[in-house]
């Protein structure tokens, strides 16, 4: 046992402090669980699989498996005090079991910097769109504009890789500086603010959308359109927008007071993540199908719809800066928890100072992200398996990594972990504590698994 740590596993403090508060915990996995995810993936990736029914599966996904995989998080954080490949290592010695457990908290620390390697050349997109929503470019502008300044902005590894620079920079500063520090704050005001803004989107979809075919889009189920590996896809989705399944949120764990209620926090977090992700749908679609544009037209997404909504809205202008702005705010807060894992064990393992792991973590993911920058452009037709090296980086991160450690995390919290120790984190062993118990132990990893093999074919289709 390190000499600053109490024997009573209960009773262990965090080795990087606390949270001022509750709210400042709840803020903080907002702040990470609302990013691009919600608004710029969630959207294309419906509108890819058809709608209403991946909607359906995604939900079901964020429920079933979500809670119970962001609740483990949580409590084998908050148990280890520790960066992710630590908490696991000694959770797993203290129940007389393998320490190899710190595996999955490696697996999660690739997983983060892999994702952020894409999440930081979407999040200088977005950086991009504010200045080009600032000189008016969208103002009045029809599809063919909006769509040509997509195109040429994407073209160009140039601009796209200077965004990405200027992204990545500004992640690398506030990692650097330390977590707690500014993100409460940051966050307290952009989640509300973001909600605004796209209320007033919303406005603009009912009056000037077609708003019927959008919702029916969204929410009607076509079963026909569903295969497993559509269902991968809604899974990958709930763990990413919830940013569950690397580790990111039991880092944040370690930082939390015994009081917090988890179950309550996974609750708050999960409600209003999933809220944004479904006020983006109902704000795009409807844009999409009054523009008679493609719903599956992919990564682009949102990047035409919503300026061509600004462009034609009173105000549009002055809407479009401030929400591009917010939307940068949000892809960094979250840009933020993917490399906090990573830059906690660097600094454990290798007694690096925060700023040191930083920079070295972020510029080696400034480097990987120019595979994502040039997949866009110069590599556009250097495909294999998925398709670019972005799609397949997307895959293999979010419908592969993320299941695969959020599996390992609720059969570690389920199964390897006593029951009184999971009991102790949960507030008793209640009514919710026994759902949580059901969940995972039984219905994600079961769901997980069964998902994972129909994907890949190994158990036959029904249909
Ligand atoms: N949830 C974030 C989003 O929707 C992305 C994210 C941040 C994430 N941290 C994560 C995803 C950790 C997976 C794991 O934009």
């Known amino acids: 046992m390190l000499s600053n740590q109490s024997a009573d596993p209960a009773k262990r403090s965090s080795l990087h402090g606390h949270w001022s508060s509750r709210m400042a915990f709840i803020l903080a996995v907002t702040g990470s669980a609302v990013g691009l995810g919600n608004i710029w993936r969630f959207p294309y990736v419906v509108g890819e699989n058809g ?25 084998m954080g908050r148990r280890g005090r520790r960066n992710p490949i630590a908490t696991m290592a000694l959770l797993g010695s203290e129940e007389g079991k393998s320490t190899r457990w710190s595996l999955v908290g490696a697996m999660g620390v690739l997983a983060g910097v892999l994702i952020l390697s894409y999440y930081a050349v979407v999040g200088g ?57 500014g993100l409460e704050q940051a966050v307290r005001f952009m989640v509300p603010a973001l909600l605004l803004l796209m209320v007033v989107l919303l406005g603009y979809s009912i009056t000037s959308g077609h708003f019927a075919e959008g919702v029916a889009f969204l929410f009607t189920p076509d079963w026909s359109k569903l295969t497993w590996d559509t269902v991968l896809t809604a899974m990958g989705q709930a763990f990413f927008t919830l940013s569950i399944g690397m580790g990111a949120v039991m880092a944040y764990g370690a930082f939390l007071s015994e009081e917090t209620s988890i179950p309550g926090s996974a609750t708050v977090v999960a409600m209003a993540d999933t809220a944004i992700a479904l006020l983006a749908g109902l704000v795009i679609f409807p844009i999409v199908f009054a523009n008679g544009l493609d719903p599956a037209v992919g990564p682009g997404l949102v990047f035409v719809t919503l300026p061509l909504a600004f462009g034609q809205m009173p105000g549009g202008v002055f809407f479009a800066t401030i929400f591009f702005v917010l939307l940068t705010f949000a892809a960094w807060t979250s840009a933020i928890s993917l490399m906090e894992p990573a830059v906690a064990w660097i600094m454990e393992h290798f007694s690096k100072s925060r700023a040191q792991a930083a920079v070295m973590i972020g510029g080696l993911i400034w480097v990987l992200g120019f595979g994502t920058v040039l997949s866009f452009n110069v590599l556009a037709d250097f495909t294999f398996w998925r398709g670019t090296i972005f799609d397949n980086l997307d895959h293999l991160t979010l419908n592969i990594m993320l299941p695969l450690g959020g599996l390992l995390i609720v059969v570690f919290a389920g199964w390897v972990m006593c029951r009184n120790a999971t009991a102790e984190e949960l507030g008793g062993a209640g009514l919710i504590y026994k759902l949580w118990r059901v969940l995972a132990r039984y219905v994600a990893p079961i769901g997980i698994l069964f998902v994972f093999l129909k994907a890949i074919g190994i158990l036959p289709e029904l249909s």
């Open 51 to 75: 709608g209403g029914a991946f909607v359906l599966v995604y939900l079901a996904c964020v429920i079933v498996v979500g809670m119970p995989v962001m609740m483990s998080e949580i409590l």
């Open 125 to 181: 997109w977005t950086l991009a769109y504010v200045f080009k929503s600032g000189v008016g470019a969208f103002a009045n502008a029809g599809v063919a504009v909006v769509t040509s300044i997509r195109d040429d902005f994407l073209g160009s590894w140039v601009n796209l890789g200077l965004y990405h620079t200027i992204f990545m920079g500004l992640t690398i500063f506030v990692v650097a500086r330390g977590v707690e520090r």
